[in-house]
């Protein structure tokens, strides 16, 4: 299969349904136009004067349970409806000037010629991921249902191991968000004292204090490369603070490589497009925006939510980003148009941690109302309600198996045999190899782990969304919770200036 691109996709005009599409759209917008003109027929409030008129053009006087209302409404149709047909918009009379007003409110503001070279480059790169994560996706779906129940029970039963091995001040004041690097090795933490701090794990000692800040730190976030293929003197890492700056920085230096303004109040989270490019934050001024790493720009400042936005977060393809808000509303959007695709409408508390699964389509939410809930974008709406902890759910995060680990050999058995045919062993350990590529792959998502102002860390199933393993910390309020992408490790930030690191039983830390 050829890989999907932006020009592509453009350019192929063999796409067997495009003809039906365009009758499908045009369908859709005649009846948009004929509702939009029917909202300004002029059309009697009396009942007595609206069955006149459905005598006049041939029409039943009532139906069977009709009321008022409705024969109203269907006289607007029948009107719409034959001078549709006519062709005529002279009976169509101006709208009332409190209708106009309604209307007017809506508006658009032209965006720069850099959003829209960076929409692009955003379809550019999403395009070919989406089509790889639906090919896995299609692989998986063929596995069989035995295979399915033995990686489910083998990665559950790994999940019920986690336990507590150790406890770290982390700074003078609570710690707000906690995050590893993508290589597994490095925690970051950020303060309401103001700084960011990276940490070597599991021995919890402190390689670099990142100053830079006049305020409370209220997100950190990693490049996708940091710690990987991204050189330490580039921008590894992103964090957001109540002084209303987004700061971006290297590891080799503290202070920041470039400092971000445009918010007019706190900023809450961070978060990094999967593509390093771009970097998102949400703010107390009721906005998220998008900001140009490369140039140190803002793109977009998007409104949306009539409250405060706290959570905002990256879908893995790169397409989507989805907004959490203290008006309990969650939106999803498409970044390469700038449309909503989904309202995640349900909670009736802020949302405080939001993060999509690693399937693509599924969304899980934390609010204030002690709830988790998963919205499935392909019905557009929740899929399921976990009543989680009880008090506020802080921070929620799916497990992401982002790159494959160096799988050990079985151990061989201490008999030696002489002259023995080598290559069936040979066979079988390709074949051991190959089913725990298939298990790694499919554990992605699997799980997930959520943190609340109670003092606990639960892990839960991510298929049937129960109770998997429940975590004590030190602490009153847990702020935030992280997972590691080889399944050893699992962060907590705590109010009490703490974060703890949790590990399965049996894995050496």
């Not at 007017?104 to 692009?120: C, M, N």
């Not at 890492?237 to 920041?256: E, F, I, Q, R, T």
């Not at 061989?412 to 069936?424: H, K, Q």
Request: proline content about 3%; glycine content about 8%; aromatic content about 8%.
């Amino acid at each position: 299969m050829s890989e999907l691109t932006y020009d592509s996709l453009m350019d192929d005009g063999n796409y067997l349904g495009s003809e039906r599409a365009r009758m499908e759209n045009k369908v859709i917008l005649d009846e948009l136009e004929r509702k939009k003109k029917a909202r300004n027929l002029a059309v009697p409030t009396d009942d007595n004067k609206v069955k006149a008129r459905l005598r006049e053009i041939g029409e039943p006087i009532t139906l069977f349970g009709e009321r008022a209302a409705d024969r109203r409404d269907r006289l607007i149709y029948v009107l719409s409806q034959i001078n549709a047909a006519r062709g005529d918009d002279h009976p169509i009379e101006e709208a009332s000037s409190e209708e106009s007003e309604e209307e007017g409110e809506e508006f658009y503001t032209e965006g720069s010629l850099e959003l829209l070279q960076a929409r692009r480059n955003l379809a550019e790169f999403s395009l070919p991921r989406a089509q790889k994560r639906v090919a896995q996706q299609r692989i998986d779906s063929k596995i069989p249902l035995g295979r399915i129940i033995d990686i489910r029970k083998k990665v559950f039963a790994g999940v019920k191991r986690f336990s507590n091995i150790g406890s770290q001040i982390g700074d003078e004041r609570p710690i707000s968000q906690v995050r590893f690097a993508p290589n597994n090795k490095i925690l970051a933490t950020g303060s309401w004292s103001g700084t960011v701090k990276l940490w070597n794990v599991p021995a919890c000692t402190t390689i670099r204090t990142l100053r830079g800040h006049g305020d409370r730190v209220g997100g950190v976030a990693w490049h996708p490369q940091a710690t990987l293929t991204q050189e330490e003197g580039l921008v590894n890492l992103v964090s957001g603070a109540g002084d209303m700056c987004v700061n971006l920085w290297s590891l080799n230096s503290d202070a920041p490589l470039s400092v971000m303004k445009g918010h007019a109040d706190r900023i809450c989270r961070v978060a990094f497009h999967p593509s390093g490019h771009f970097v998102a934050s949400a703010s107390f001024d009721t906005t998220w925006r998008l900001w140009d790493v490369n140039s140190s720009k803002e793109l977009l400042l998007q409104e949306g939510h009539s409250k405060e936005v706290y959570a905002v977060e990256f879908q893995g393809d790169g397409a989507l980003i989805a907004s959490g808000g203290l008006d309990a509303i969650g939106r999803v959007w498409d970044l390469r148009t700038g449309r909503t695709a989904m309202v995640l409408d349900g909670h009736v508390q802020g949302i405080f941690g939001i993060d999509f699964s690693p399937n693509g389509y599924q969304i899980a939410t934390g609010a204030g109302d002690d709830t988790i809930r998963i919205w499935d974008m392909r019905s557009l709406k929740a899929l399921y309600t976990i009543p989680a902890h009880v008090s506020n759910v802080s921070d929620v995060r799916f497990f992401r198996a982002d790159a494959l680990p160096s799988f050990k050999p079985k151990a061989e058995s201490a008999d030696v045999f002489m002259n023995e045919n080598t290559e069936g062993t040979d066979a079988d350990k390709s074949h051991d190899t190959e089913d725990d590529v298939q298990e790694w792959k499919y554990r992605s998502g699997l799980y997930l782990a959520s943190s609340g102002y109670d003092g606990y860390v639960k892990l839960w199933s991510a298929d049937d969304w129960q109770l998997l393993r429940t975590l004590t910390t030190d602490s009153g309020k847990v702020m935030s919770v992280d997972l590691t992408s080889d399944a050893e490790l699992l962060a907590s930030g705590t109010y009490n200036r703490n974060f703890q690191l949790f590990a399965p039983e049996d894995i050496p830390v």
